[in-house]
Every structure is written in structure tokens, then in C-alpha cells.
T-cell receptor, first 118, second 114 residues
Framework: GAVVSQHPSWVICKSGTSVKIECRSL??????MFWYRQFPKQSLMLMAT?????????EQGVEKDKFLINHASLTLSTLTVTSAHPEDSSFYIC??????????????FGEGSRLTVL | LAKTTQPISMDSYEGQEVNITCSHN???????ITWYQQFPSQGPRFIIQ?????VTNEVASLFIPADRKSSTLSLPRVSLSDTAVYYC???????????????WGLGTSLAVNP
């Protein structure tokens, strides 16, 4: 089946630094990718929809200047958490779906990236 | 977007069949029903998807009544490794030309005991 890979799987950084998380679709082209955030014991919250070649669409309450999304190719989207603070510590997950012929309606999720801001 | 309601938690034992029901009273005509499984500190994993009636694959069955206002995920003979959170989502297919946004509820935390 289709594979989505995220990197890094975990990262620890100091407050005020920026962290980049990569999301790659390994065997299909993803015109759209989604970025989620999940706090402990809570559900996934959609942060933004990343569209290849155009600006991302952010959900209400998500600061676009803090969470920079770049989807420069059909296989790569990046999320950069700028000037990270402890409250940004969370589990970030990307997903992709809706590729070319033969794709079903399922979304394929990355392994997730655990961000801890000290 | 259709909202879903599922039990917060369920307990079962190894070898039993587990049925998790999800309510989605406001499901739209072009919405599909999809179930995902999530283990701690991992991304969700697709289990099964359906539109109506019954769908079966190698890991689960999905039962959808005619009115499509609910669905039931059936896991046959669960094992300890099936302990996870199960999410029911409804929405259009990502390549259907619709803006794909899925609302994730809290899911059902299934605990399989020995």
C-alpha cells in the first residue's frame, strides 16, 4: 500500500528555535497533504491543508506565521514550527491521499513527529 | 461535515468478536464512512471504508444500514495487539473534488485483555 514517511520521528528543542518536520509520499503523488496536531489523550486536530504549488489553507485559530507549510513538490510537504515554545509541544502528524488512478478514499498517515520544546 | 459519535471506551478479551458502533445522523449523500486505528505515538492506520451495506477485508467488516446514519466496525477474534483507539470518520473521498476535511472525534479506546 501507499506509504507516507515523516521525519524526524521525535525532536527536542530549546524555546525560541525553529523546527522543520518533513512529510513525504513515497510511492504516490500527493496533490494535497494534511497536517494534524494531537495532544495526549486527545483526538487529531487538523491544522492546515497543504496544496502542491499553492498556499496552504489554515484552520481557524492556527497561526500561519508560526506554522509555516511548504508543499513544493507532489511528494514533499514541510511544516516548520517557528520560534517554538513549550505549549507547542505535541505530536504532529501528516497525511496524504487522493492521488492518481487506483487510489481509494483512504488517507495515508505518517508515523508522526513528537516535538518537545524545553 | 457529518459529526460522529462513538463509545469512549470498550473492553474485550482475546478471541472475542468486537463490534464498535458509530452514529452519524447527518451523513451527506457523497460521504463515505472510514475507520482508522491508532496505536500510541503512531499515526492512524486505515482499517476499512464503505458507502453502504457490508464491506469485508482481511482485518475487519463494516456494516452500514440502509439509512447510513450509523455504522458498525466488527473485529473478529481480537488479540492483545488490537488494543488501540479506533476512529470513525465520514466525509467525501479526497479525490472527489471536495475540500477534504475530516472531523476527528475522540474515538473508541479498545482494551483487549488476556
Amino acid at each position: 500500500g501507499a506509504v507516507v514517511s515523516q521525519h524526524p520521528s521525535w525532536v527536542i528543542c530549546k524555546s525560541g528555535t525553529s523546527v522543520k518536520i518533513e512529510c513525504r509520499s513515497l510511492d504516490f503523488q500527493a496533490t494535497t497533504m494534511f497536517w494534524y496536531r494531537q495532544f495526549p489523550k486527545q483526538s487529531l486536530m487538523l491544522m492546515a491543508t497543504s496544496n502542491e504549488g499553492s498556499k496552504a489553507t489554515y484552520e481557524q485559530g492556527v497561526e500561519k506565521d508560526k506554522f509555516l507549510i511548504n508543499h513544493a513538490s507532489l511528494t514533499l510537504s514541510t511544516l516548520t514550527v517557528t520560534s517554538a515554545h513549550p505549549e507547542d509541544s505535541s505530536f504532529y502528524i501528516c497525511s496524504a491521499g487522493g492521488g492518481g488512478q487506483g487510489m481509494t478514499g483512504e488517507l495515508f498517515f505518517g508515523e508522526g513527529s513528537r516535538l518537545t520544546v524545553l | 461535515l457529518a459529526k460522529t459519535t462513538q463509545p469512549i471506551s470498550m473492553d474485550s478479551y482475546e478471541g472475542q468478536e468486537v463490534n464498535i458502533t458509530c452514529s452519524h445522523n447527518n451523513i451527506a449523500t457523497n460521504d463515505y464512512i472510514t475507520w482508522y486505528q491508532q496505536f500510541p505515538s503512531q499515526g492512524p492506520r486505515f482499517i476499512i471504508q464503505g458507502y453502504k451495506t457490508k464491506v469485508t477485508n482481511e482485518v475487519a467488516s463494516l456494516f452500514i444500514p440502509a439509512d447510513r446514519k450509523s455504522s458498525t466496525l466488527s473485529l473478529p477474534r481480537v488479540s492483545l495487539s488490537d488494543t488501540a483507539v479506533y476512529y470513525c470518520l465520514v466525509g467525501p473521498l479526497p479525490n472527489a473534488g471536495n475540500n477534504r476535511k475530516l472531523i476527528w472525534g475522540l474515538g473508541t479506546s479498545l482494551a483487549v485483555n488476556p
